[in-house]
């Protein structure tokens, strides 16, 4: 009888004991601060919003900003803003927020670190990243941006495509290109299968549900409670299907003509270098790209039934108020203008009029060789970033599995569906 009341004794001990370490670990768990987390490319990073805060790189150290002519793959310029859309967002419950997205974020930096490809920054993977927030705090929101990058194109090199053929028609004439350069430089308007085909749209697809699915199986991993909301933000375009009126010539000269310069020097000063023929083009761009992510989102919903997952579209959250789309531009609009500097000396240029070819090539060249100086073109800017921020908030209130639609209205009030 005494050595089973002391078994029954040594019993209650450890059922005692464990309900000890299951309350203590439920109040550590409970203790943790609560996350939310941007992961993904520049239009969650805050790219064209301002106010840049240091990234740390690869070796631990903190970059700030390290001047106009430093290597690009600084990892400063990923440009983690403060006004990013993750800190405008109203979410409640939440206590810190990280952002660590990367401007020029390609799936394969999400496992991998970024610079590790050509082109990349030099930061961590995105996952090593998260799995240090983890450390320190119960992640309840994933804001997830990615696919506008990836091996097949790069928002950034499409954006520089067309710009840059509506400069070279611009202020250069059929006879020169042939005279002095052989005539192969492009100078007509993008089409869709200049920016992105079918076959291309399709393989960035699979490398973008690829990366997502990485994240998706981190997360189950590392967070505190295994409870998070995930949301799949796509893409808005920055320039209207066309252009207000008195953005379409010029001196009795359309872009249709050879050598349009004061119409491109005009366009230029409103933000919107581009043929309005490019137009629609990169709608169609920019739908592929929404696509790209809804149809990720179907996989990944389809794999796991139980997770929150939901989708964010935004790519009618700046009707209304996009570049040349009203008169005023780009003051009025919730994107950044196209802005090139001569040299990479912070001295950005608001006009072209009164340039000379030679001066409009010296420096898009400058864009190319220290394209950290215009990389914040066509993006929203911390003005949009505060939309989207809206979007965000409204996005969380909505069910769960959802894709969610957020439009701006005529008013600039928001509609959420």
Known sequence: MRVLRRAAAMVALLVGAVGIQVIQGGAAQAALPTAAVALGDSFVSGEGAGDYQPVVDTSGAAQGFPGWSAANNNAYFCHRSANAS??????????????????????????????????????????????????????????????????????????????????????TGWWEFWAYLGGDVPQEPCTVSDLASNAEVATATTETTAALRQILDTLAQIDADGVHSVVLQTYTNPLPLDVAPQYRDEDDRTDTRDKFRALGAERYAAGCP???????????????????????????????????????????????????????????????????????????????????????????????????????????????????????????????????????NANGTLTIS
Do not use: M
Request: aromatic letters at 6%; a neutral charge; hydrophobic letters at 40%.
């Open 86 to 171: 993750l800190f405008k967002a109203s979410l409640p419950g939440i206590q810190d927020r990280f952002n660590l997205a990367c401007s020029g974020g390609q799936p394969s930096d999400i496992a991998n670190a970024s610079s590790a490809r050509p082109k990349g920054r030099s930061v961590a993977s995105q996952l090593d990243q998260l799995r240090a927030v983890a450390q320190t705090h119960d992640i309840d929101v994933v804001l997830i941006g990615l696919g506008s990058n990836n091996t097949q194109f790069t928002f950034g090199d499409v954006a520089t495509l067309c710009a840059n053929r509506f400069i070279a028609d611009a202020w």
């Open 274 to 408: 581009i043929h309005r023929a490019s137009l629609a083009p990169g709608h169609v761009f920019s739908e592929n790209l929404g696509n790209l992510v809804k149809n990720s989102y179907a996989t990944l919903a389809a794999e796991r039934p139980a997770a929150d997952l939901r989708v964010l579209d935004v790519q009618q959250a700046f009707d209304g108020a996009r570049l040349c789309e009203n008169p005023g531009s780009p003051g009025n609009a919730l994107a950044t203008p196209v802005r090139i500097q001569e040299s990479p000396n912070g001295n950005f240029v608001n006009s072209l009029s009164g340039w000379d070819k030679l001066r409009v090539q010296k420096a898009a060249n400058t864009c190319v060789t220290y394209f950290q100086t215009c990389q914040e073109a066509w993006h929203p800017n911390a003005a949009g970033h505060t939309v989207l921020g809206q979007c965000l908030s409204g996005a969380l209130t909505a069910a769960p599995r959802t894709v969610v639609n957020c439009a701006r």
